[in-house]
């Protein structure tokens, strides 16, 4: 094959591949850079705000509330629809941790969803966005 016919092979696989967002989520303990003793995720709250109007320290945070919230088999389910008005509205999430007013900020560019799982017995939680 000719060179320029393998180039034209390689452009095309590598623009006909998906551009689907990799799995988020927070992560189970607080970054070892904060220095803690161990903390474990213990809330997460999802932000939604204008594009060009992002939250002022101190100010009210704009949380966007579950769409959907359901109970199966002692977990709480929680789930969020994520850049449905994007780009007017960026999206982003906030894992906070037992024991410290700090929390991770992620930004949330090209999720779709996210769901939330709160076991009851043990308070575990897990948040992931696909």
């Not at 929680?78 to 929390?103: K, M, S």
């Amino acid at each position: 094959m000719k060179p320029l016919a393998l180039l034209a092979l390689a452009i095309a696989a590598t623009t006909m591949q998906p551009t689907a967002a990799a799995p988020l989520s927070c992560p189970q303990a607080a970054p070892s850079t904060w220095n803690l003793s161990v903390t474990r995720l213990d809330s997460v709250r999802v932000l939604s705000y204008p594009a060009d109007q992002p939250p002022v320290d101190g100010g009210a945070l704009p949380i966007l509330a579950p769409i959907r919230e359901w109970t199966r088999a002692g977990t709480l389910y929680q789930r969020w629809n994520i850049n449905f008005d994007a780009p007017h509205y960026l999206f982003q999430v906030d894992c906070l941790y037992a024991g410290t007013e700090r929390y991770l900020r992620m930004d949330l560019p090209g999720v779709k969803q996210c769901t939330a799982a709160i076991q009851q017995r043990t308070k575990i939680i897990s948040f992931q966005c696909k």
